[in-house]
């Protein structure tokens, strides 16, 4: 089903039709608490889902507004969402997002395109390098903001970017200790306090996380630890935040990759089966400093500055596999042949620079803010890699169907080095201007950033610079409605490997736009908020090899060469919404439709992550929810939600079969204590995630899971 321009047009009239039916017509204000003389007054009962699930301002957008009034779509996972769902890591909180699917490890599809980008508190640099996926313990709310955000955020892929929030010292006392039980051996404690300190003007903040669980694969575990502290003081002429966060995860088993399926999707053994032997291990240390200045000059400008330092390593040493081959010619792979081991180190010190001002002052009608803004990143990554491959290095294959673990003894591989400290510097830095102006019913935006990047490594030096534009406006045709419309592009620039000029290079980067435009409403006094949005997304710039007339590649001196062919053309429709439909009856909702395909090509199909001319994990249909319904008489709430994702192709092109499945959760809240009660996969669906090569087949979804976690408050 492809849904055209008039077919969306119609979706966001019946939005503005149920508004004016439900009485918020013309100039009558939704939020309205008392009703014209003469008639009856109107209570308003703020709701479980204004409470619970809605955030309103978010300056993830760079200028902080609330929902309704910008152009930009961002949806936010909040800490009681995170709580009641019973999320500990990032792929927990996917299935809220419309338009986000697994991809693999912490990267997801988001309309339709690969997206591996994450920045924390505003900043680009992730502290999980490498194949670590981001834990949420010390995380308040996790904002994506979707579509391309060059001019917000430089360099980034065009479905989106994930900002996580961090947690923040407090004045007001707040602490809880909990623990959990569960499933797979699980357990675990954890504790938080935060409060103002002896000092005047000074609050701390302690956590710490501790979980030890058997993952559901063969041989797998996982063991995490971090410690959080935050110090914030008020200087007077601004407010200073310290944090310092370290993160120690221990992943046996790992690093995985799929269970074997055939071409229509179907596992060919357990998908508890992993072709990494017991001994195998995935290490990730990573120590974090933030700190923060926030203040204001006069009663017209704010300003903030951060700074935060990274430095993380990651230890690896798996077996990959290679080589799936039929042994009884039954026509059904039935053994990896080859595995190949590999011990690998990526060890990374980051360091992150923003600082922003925004002027706000009033010219007759004309309510007005600009920003301004820089940022700066350093990287410098260091990369190890020692490898074994195959019975010639005495590295022993092993059954997909039968598998037997300890036939092969590392001690004896015969190790091949491919990369001994190789050096990988990326220096990103970026200025920004963006002006919001409003005037009556109607609000206009428009940005404009200029960046530069240098990229090094022992192949060579590559610089270049790039600019990026950003404009919208709303119209309110009354205060809770909010018609949007906004164009926006982002870039990334061109691998340094592939900016050679022995392979044609140097490069522009590759580039995307989005047009979109949707509305945004809080119906029946702020009871239900929805968000409708239509958008159309084109990637060009891409890198493909140059054919010639027989359609074999072109190569000069040995090297083949590329060059900057095609488009990619994303088309999509996305509905989320949060309804009270009773004072203790919550609902999230969401839908998303994307339809991404190649629109040029020169003929090879070589776009990274494609399969023909579809995406590889893109699927074209995606539905969710969340209920949550509250019993005050029993202080217990039951809550449920669903996810369904479409059919997709894996990047071999292997069916990644449709799924739905269904969570629940029990939490009984009597102050100071709680009990949750989780139960992940209800019907123990058996289902893939995502789809990947067919040499390592799909990633599965975990079987079903309980778990149950005791708090208390003070």
Do not use: C
Not at 170 to 180: C, E, K, M, T, V
Not at 350 to 356: C, E, I, P, R, T
Not at 491 to 508: A, K, T
């Amino acid at each position: 089903m492809r849904l055209g321009l008039r077919q969306y047009g119609l979706l966001g009239g019946s939005v503005m039709a149920l508004a004016h039916a439900a009485g918020f017509g013309g100039g009558q204000a939704f939020a309205q608490t008392s009703a014209s003389p003469g008639e009856e007054d109107v209570i308003v009962v703020i709701g479980r889902a204004q409470e619970l699930y809605r955030v309103g301002e978010s300056s993830t957008g760079k200028l902080p507004a609330e929902p309704l009034d910008t152009p930009i779509v961002i949806t936010t996972i909040n800490a009681d969402l995170i709580r009641d769902q019973g999320a500990r890591d990032a792929q927990d909180i996917y299935r809220n997002i419309a338009g986000v699917s697994l991809f693999s490890y912490a990267g997801v599809t988001a309309r339709g395109f690969r997206q591996e980008e994450i920045f924390f508190d505003g900043l680009r640099g992730d502290p999980y390098a490498g194949f670590a996926v981001p834990q949420l313990f010390n995380v308040e709310r996790v904002d994506f903001l979707k579509g391309p955000a060059g001019m917000l955020y430089g360099p980034g892929a065009p479905g989106g970017v994930f900002n996580y929030v961090t947690k923040k010292p407090s004045q007001d006392f707040s602490a809880n200790l909990r623990g959990i039980v569960g499933t797979e051996a699980r357990y675990g404690l954890s504790g938080e306090v935060t409060g103002s300190l002896p000092i005047d003007g000074l609050s701390g903040r302690a956590g710490m996380f501790y979980e030890d669980r058997n993952t559901p694969r063969k041989n797998t575990t996982s063991k995490t630890v971090i410690y959080d502290l935050g110090l914030s003081a008020d200087l007077g002429f601004a407010n200073l935040t310290l944090q310092g966060t370290t993160y120690d995860q221990r992943l046996d088993g790992n690093r995985l990759r799929g269970v074997p399926v055939d071409d229509d999707g179907n596992f060919l053994t357990d998908r508890r089966w992993n072709h990494n032997e017991p001994d195998d291990f995935l290490d990730l240390i990573s120590n974090n400093l933030q700190a923060k200045l926030e203040g204001h000059l006069g009663d017209t400008i704010t300003w903030d500055a951060t700074l935060r330092y990274t430095d993380s390593e990651e230890n690896q040493e798996y077996h990959e596999p290679r080589s799936p081959i039929d042994t009884d010619d039954d026509g059904v792979v039935d053994f990896i042949s080859v595995r190949e081991f590999r011990d690998q180190t990526r060890a990374e010190e980051q360091l992150s620079f923003g600082a922003n001002a925004i002027w706000s002052q009033s010219f007759g009608d004309v309510d007005n803010r600009l920003l301004t803004g820089v940022e700066h990143y350093d990287l410098e990554a260091v990369f190890d890699y020692d490898r074994a491959r195959g019975t010639g290095d005495n590295v022993q294959g092993l059954s997909i169907v039968d598998p037997v673990y300890g036939l092969s003894n590392r001690s004896t591989y015969i190790l091949t080095n491919l990369a001994d400290g190789r050096v990988t510097e990326q220096r990103r830095t970026g200025v920004y201007l963006l002006n919001e102006a409003t005037v009556g019913k109607f609000t206009l935006v428009g940005g404009v950033r200029f960046d530069t990047f240098e990229d090094v490594e022992a192949s060579g030096e590559e610089d270049d610079d790039n600019v990026s534009y950003r404009i919208g406006g709303i119209y309110k045709p009354v205060p809770n409605v909010s018609l949007f419309a906004q164009w926006a592009d982002s870039y990334i620039p061109q691998s340094i490997s592939n900016q050679r000029s022995e392979v044609g290079g140097p490069f522009d980067p590759t580039t995307g736009t989005i047009v979109e435009g949707g509305v945004k409403a809080e119906l029946f006094h702020e009871k239900l908020f929805v968000s409708l949005s239509v958008y159309d997304i084109v990637r060009e710039n891409f890198l493909q090899t140059l054919l010639d007339e027989n359609g074999d590649d072109v190569e000069i001196g040995g090297f083949t060469q590329f060059g900057q062919l095609g488009e990619v053309t994303s088309t999509g429709v996305e509905l989320e919404l949060i309804a009270d439909i009773t004072s203790d009856w919550v609902l999230l909702a969401s839908y998303a439709y994307n339809d991404a395909r190649i629109t040029e090509d020169n003929g090879t199909g070589g776009f990274r992550n494609s399969v023909g001319d579809k995406f590889a994990n893109a699927p074209e249909n995606q539905f969710g929810f969340w209920t949550r319904y509250q019993v005050p008489a029993i202080n217990t709430a039951f809550a449920i939600g669903g996810d369904y994702v479409d059919e997709r192709l894996s990047l071999s092109g292997q069916t990644v079969k449709d799924y739905f499945t269904v969570d629940a959760s029990v939490i009984w809240e009597k102050e100071p204590f709680e009990v949750l009660l989780r139960v992940d996969n209800l019907f123990d669906e058996e289902y893939a995630e995502s789809g990947f090569l067919s040499r390592t087949g799909h990633f599965p979804g975990d079987p079903r899971s309980i778990f149950v976690e005791f708090s208390r408050e003070w």
